[in-house]
């Protein structure tokens, strides 16, 4: 068919070769054949046979030079797609010969007005590369005469040539930098990968770290009272010049950000590590809501993202936080996902949320996965570890697992038990007992080669059994593992140097059976033990000290993530998954001391006055998709529009010239004096433009004062709690919605003084909800744990139906009511001293009254003092500084208070049923203090009644690792039921719950914020003692309030 003269015929072997080819099938043999048709008249055959011969030219490179003079003359082809892939053919011959010939084929197509074209000479530049890396110098030419192409078919290309030819030479960037930040959002998916990457690097080498003004402003708040003004003023002037973001690099992070929406993995990935290279800490935080979504992409994705989020989440744990539902394990996942998960969950742990996650992993332990549960046990050690409060709540759980019928479950509980007693074996002798007895049914090496250690490196605590042990474990000595008969040896040479009447022989014994034993590395061990222990005339000076060798103190071990030391890798890299250096990969500079020049990146105007009415166009593009991000993300960005004064009309004008602009761009076949013509009435256009520019900013300066005004109206009028936190989020909104477009004025946005009076109606389109339409990432699952609820009244709902909503799995038969209290503590704290207030006192006490502010606020109380002589005016709660989740219910501005007046306000503070300090400022007219409230751990509940056999359903359901108890001392005046009570429920907002046994006291209450259980039963036993008990899901809580109330009832 190939040999026919008709054209149809060949077509149709074509379409069957290449139809091969995509099979997989070898078509080498056809070579001959299909090159004769290289010069055929007929485009499709033509395009096909090159498509062959892109295939196989590198196998059969001696035929397929006989057809160069054909390429060459195809390069001259009126249609681009001959030309292009006349260029990708010669490029793939790979012989040094017809290197000139290429070089010379790739400068004429760098110059061709198709952008196709010019693509693929970038492509033959890398290609080129690695077959004649001397070609270097010249190659950089063409690269850099492509770096100036305004194509966004070509910037991802010749990028990728950049980054393989010579990415060293950034000075090549300079004066394009704008334009490719400017082109980003245009760029094909992959070219924007290979852009954002080099962008990355650049950034690096020629702009400050942004981290820096975080530390700059901590060291700064500390506002001295003894301080004169004039010094204050200068600590001031100080902080406002440490840092200013240079306007280029507040370029790459605004034209990156739309890219998050990206429905291709390894952009939004790009994306992520640029922000987490590049972006100030607190903004880098709007990458973990686009990382969460890609989790329901396929596994192999869900890797390599889960591998770049568990290193985010060992440095900041507050961008992953509100997202931890999303790393639950599915039964589904493959183990490789479900081990990540598992290490994301762990480095998020806090107190705050361990309960929920112990109550997971235990579930995880019970998995078929046998490599899952191992890991899951391990994971709950390091839990252990970094959370004090719950290190024996988790050693409890572990020591219950050592009766599982799982080996491995029980073996890996052994070794994680042995490197947590390693931290406090002083209270642990009983456990250590109890693995000693777990020795005779443990098989598996590492969990016996643990408990023999164990037992020898404690073996003082443990007299009695050791040399139990030691007896047991001589008899199966031979039948043991290396491993495990090391450890034999160490254990005999320790409890010969400690307790040598009972168990000299026995060691001498081991030490024989291991002097003839198969494993040098046991004859070795064995002959140092001998000699260091047994004294005898040869034995040098080394065995006066063996004691303190052999039981010399060990550092506990440090339980740390196997992700802590990748993050010197560059995040969506492969050296960084694979966690070595991989071959081309480029590291990321280290910020520099001081800013280079950035005037080396500006392009004289007559030159970039039509990129730039490009970029203006692009920028107004660009604005709607910042509605993809969270609800307080587009208050902000309403507030910039409106605050900026383009009309509607004009920007549908910018569109249609950005369409002309790119009609002409893709055609390639304007001319010269066309292209200047054009430049020179943009370059009027712009300034024009800048003209109006002056007028708008008053205009919208104006607005901006007008909305103040609103804001602060429906502020002062609001009456329910629910109205004054949407004030207050308009007001921090407003705020920064001034800062953003000052920004954007000073990025060369254009402005238009036509639209003054239509920007008004935004202002009143905030009534209204803000997303009618369901967005990529606005999906429940997706919703931070920690978004504010507007929870529904105890007015409204009965007090049952609201703990229902709280989140207690309560049965139909139960009835648990919240009650009001009769016992408010008139403990006060200090919040502001007088003389650190300049006259202003501050105390605060916890009111106990429930539903003032919502069913998750917890009421304070603060009493406001003037102790001078003069009128306090406008005291006011300022800026505030929560930890993640915490909300807060600022109290209405007090406009006098009079010399020597006191007055009391109440705030709610949510506090997410922590412990964790709420700071904020509370201000005057003329200053600022910073001011924290700590709650005691007993004001973060609620008290609730219940029946005595409905609060045993409750505890019988809470137990293992959900409860906590000690012994106590009481002295016999305060073991009547009426002291009891009335120390309990002074020190934690309890309620009674009625009892029928006079030695047993309960109590019960719910936690404010999550509406957890939290049950107290304190039973009187004989000669004086009492045993408290604490069941709860929230073990951190109940940790912490059994040691407050152990003091409570112990003293006299």
Not at 19 to 27: D, E, H, R, V
Not at 162 to 175: A, G, M, N, T, Y
Not at 467 to 495: H, M
């Amino acid at each position: 068919m190939l040999e026919s003269s008709k054209d149809s015929a060949k077509l149709d072997a074509m379409k069957r070769i290449v139809g091969m080819i995509a099979k997989g099938k070898n078509a080498s043999e056809l070579f001959p054949a299909v090159v004769k048709n290289v010069a055929s008249k007929n485009i499709e055959i033509k395009k096909l046979v090159y498509v062959y011969l892109m295939r196989y030219a590198e196998e059969q490179q001696d035929l397929a030079l006989l057809s160069i003079s054909t390429f060459q003359r195809a390069l001259k082809d009126p249609n681009q797609l001959i030309r292009a892939s006349a260029l990708r053919v010669l490029s793939s011959i790979r012989v040094p010969i017809i290197v000139p010939i290429m070089m010379l084929a790739i400068k004429e197509a760098s110059s061709d007005l198709s952008p196709y074209v010019r693509k693929n000479a970038a492509h033959a530049i890398q290609k080129l590369y690695s077959l004649d890396p001397e070609q270097k110098e010249m190659l950089i030419e063409v690269i850099e005469k492509l770096l100036k192409d305004r194509s966004t078919l070509v910037a991802g290309s010749v990028v990728m040539a950049f980054e393989e030819v010579c990415p060293d030479r950034i000075d090549l960037i300079h004066k394009n930098y704008r334009k490719l930040c400017n082109l980003l959002v245009d760029v094909e998916e992959w070219g924007q990968v290979v852009i954002i990457h080099m962008l990355t690097r650049y950034a690096r080498t020629q702009f400050l770290s942004p981290w820096k003004v975080d530390e700059v402003v901590d060291e700064y708040c500390e506002n001295n009272f003894y301080e004169s003004d004039e010094e204050q003023k200068e600590k001031d002037q100080k902080l406002k010049t440490v840092y200013t973001m240079d306007p280029d690099h507040r370029l790459l992070l605004r034209n990156t950000k739309p890219l998050l929406q990206s429905r291709n993995a390894a952009v939004v990935m790009a994306v992520a590590q640029l922000y987490w290279h590049l972006a100030p800490k607190s903004e880098a935080g709007i990458v973990s809501k686009s990382l969460v979504r890609l989790l329901r992409s396929n596994r192999e994705v869900q890797y390599i993202v889960l591998q770049n989020i568990a290193t985010m989440s060992i440095q900041r744990k507050g961008m992953f936080e509100p997202y931890l539902k999303s790393f639950y394990v599915r039964s589904t996942d493959p183990t490789m996902i479900k081990t990540l998960k598992l290490e994301i969950m762990t480095n998020l742990a806090n107190e705050a949320n361990i309960s929920t996650l112990l109550r997971e992993f235990q579930t995880y332990v019970k998995s078929q996965d046998k490599q899952f549960a191992a890991a899951t046990i391990q994971a709950i050690g390091r839990c252990a570890t970094n959370i004090t409060e719950v290190t024996d709540t988790c050693l409890n759980g572990l020591v219950c697992l050592l009766s599982n019928r799982d080996e491995i479950v029980v073996a890996e509980s052994v070794v994680v038990i042995k490197k947590l007693l390693q931290t406090q074996p002083a209270h642990h002798g009983e456990i250590i007992k109890h693995m000693a007895k777990l020795l005779d049914n443990i098989t598996v090496p590492v969990a016996r080669a643990s408990i023999l250690w164990l037992i020898g490196e404690y073996c003082e605590r443990v007299p009695k059994i050791a040399p139990d042990v030691l007896r047991k474990t001589a008899k199966s000595f031979t039948n043991e593992d290396d491993l495990v008969k090391l450890q034999i040896l160490n254990l005999g040479a320790k409890l010969y140097l400690t307790n040598s009447k009972q168990t000299k022989l026995l060691t001498q014994y081991v030490l024989n059976l291991g002097k003839y034993d198969q494993s040098y590395d046991i004859r070795d061990r064995t002959r140092f033990i001998r000699q260091l222990i047994v004294p005898n005339e040869k034995s040098g000076a080394l065995s006066k000290y063996a004691k303190k060798i052999f039981l010399a103190q060990k550092p506990a071990p440090l339980l740390e993530s196997p992700f802590k030391d990748r993050d010197h890798f560059q995040l969506g890299t492969l050296s960084h998954t694979l966690n070595s250096r991989a071959t081309g990969y480029l590291e990321l500079s280290d910020w520099p001391e001081a800013a280079p020049d950035p005037s080396v990146r500006n392009v004289d105007v007559a030159e970039s006055a039509k990129e730039w009415t490009g970029i203006l166009g692009k920028q107004k593009k660009e604005k709607p998709t910042k509605k993809f991000y969270s609800e307080s993300e587009e208050e902000e960005d309403e507030s910039a529009s409106n605050s900026s004064s383009g009309s509607g009309s004009d920007s549908e004008s910018e569109k249609e010239d950005k369409e002309e602009g790119s009609t002409d761009e893709s055609s390639g076949s304007s001319s010269p004096s066309e292209e200047s013509t054009d430049s020179e009435s943009d370059s009027k256009e712009s300034a024009a433009k800048k003209t109006c520019r002056a007028v708008n900013e008053s205009d919208s300066e104006d607005i901006k004062k007008k909305k103040a005004e609103g804001i602060f109206k429906k502020r002062s009028t609001s009456s329910s709690s629910d109205s004054e936190y949407t004030s207050s989020d308009e007001c921090s909104s407003g705020s920064k919605s001034e800062s953003d477009s000052k920004s954007d004025s000073e990025s060369g946005k254009s402005e238009n003084a036509t639209s003054n009076k239509k920007e008004e109606k935004p202002v009143q389109d905030r009534k209204t909800p803000k997303n009618q339409d369901v967005f990529l990432l606005d999906l429940d699952d997706f919703c931070p744990v920690t978004t504010p609820v507007a929870v529904p009244t105890a007015a409204v709902l009965s007090p049952s139906l609201t703990a229902d909503l709280e989140g207690l799995s309560l049965s139909s038969s139960s009835v648990i009511d919240v009650t009001m209290h009769v016992s408010v503590p008139t403990k006060t704290h200090e919040l502001l001293h007088r003389m650190s207030g300049k006259g202003l006192a501050a105390h605060y006490h916890f009111s106990r009254q429930p539903g003032i502010f919502g069913d998750c606020m917890v009421p304070v109380q603060v009493t406001l003092t003037n102790t001078t002589d003069q009128k306090i005016e406008n005291i006011h709660i300022g800026e505030k500084k929560l930890p993640p989740g915490m909300r807060m219910h600022e109290f209405n501005p007090i406009e006098c208070l009079e010399p020597g007046g006191s007055i009391t306000a109440t705030v709610g503070i949510d506090f997410c049923d922590s412990t964790q300090t709420a700071s904020f400022q509370l201000c005057t007219k003329d200053d600022h203090f910073n001011v924290n409230i700590q709650p005691p751990v007993g004001e973060l509940l609620l008290p609730v009644t219940m029946s005595e056999k409905d609060f045993k359903k409750e505890q019988g359901m809470l137990t293992g690792m959900n409860e906590t108890s000690t012994t106590i001392a009481v002295a016999p005046q305060n073991s009547t039921r009426l002291v009891i009570i009335e120390r309990v429920v002074k020190a934690a907002n309890l309620g009674v719950v009625p009892s029928g046994q006079d030695n047993i006291h309960r109590f019960a209450a719910k936690t404010v914020h999550s509406g957890s259980l939290m049950l107290v039963t304190v039973e009187l036993k004989e000669s004086s003692t009492a045993q408290l008990i604490i069941n709860t899901e929230k073990t951190v809580i109940g940790s912490v309030l059994l040691r407050e109330l152990k003091p409570v009832l112990s003293q006299g």
